[in-house]
């Protein structure tokens, strides 16, 4: 059964994700933070990781970066639901930000449960190097 760290503030996203995934057969660790993700990741492993970009006290980026530092053979997708850069707005594209930070795939909020099922399997189908190659947002 694959085990799934989430890391995420946000206690009804969290809860969500965790009843979405369980249901699926998954194994999950839910975390409300960057900390307590860290704390779970030196304590367990982990067949894929999501983790919010934007959460208080260690903010999404640095988890990301450290999360990808200390294990950089589980695949990590990386979610926000902020605004994100279009032709129209010269905002950042914070997603594309944490590709380049280490995550192997990113979602959107609010994303549908087969977006999140869909990314989680092909990350899970991925090896270390065709993970790399195939760095993508997921729709």
């Known amino acids: 059964m ?3 760290l989430v890391v995420d503030d946000d206690p009804m996203v969290g809860a969500t994700i965790e009843v979405l995934l369980q249901r699926q057969g998954f194994d999950v660790t ?4 960057g900390e307590a993700g860290l704390a779970a990741l030196e304590a367990q492993t982990f067949d894929v990781m999501l983790v919010d970009i934007f959460m208080p006290h260690m903010r999404g980026f640095e988890s990301i970066r450290i999360f990808h530092e200390r ?6 997708i990386a979610m926000s639901g902020y605004a994100f ?3 129209a ?3 950042p594209d914070f997603l594309r930000m ?3 930070l280490g995550a192997t795939r990113c979602l959107r909020k609010p994303f549908t449960p087969e977006a999140l ?6 990350c899970l189908a991925g090896s270390g190097d065709s993970a790399e190659k195939d760095k993508k947002e997921a729709p």
Do not use: C, H, Y
Request: net charge negative; proline share 14%; hydrophobic share 35%.
């Open 85 to 87: 850069a279009s032709s």
């Open 2 to 4: 694959p085990r799934i």
């Open 98 to 100: 944490a590709l380049e």
């Open 117 to 122: 099922l869909t990314t989680i399997r092909e």
């Open 71 to 76: 294990a950089p053979t589980i695949p990590l």
């Open 30 to 33: 839910l975390t409300d933070g």
């Open 89 to 91: 707005s010269p905002s």
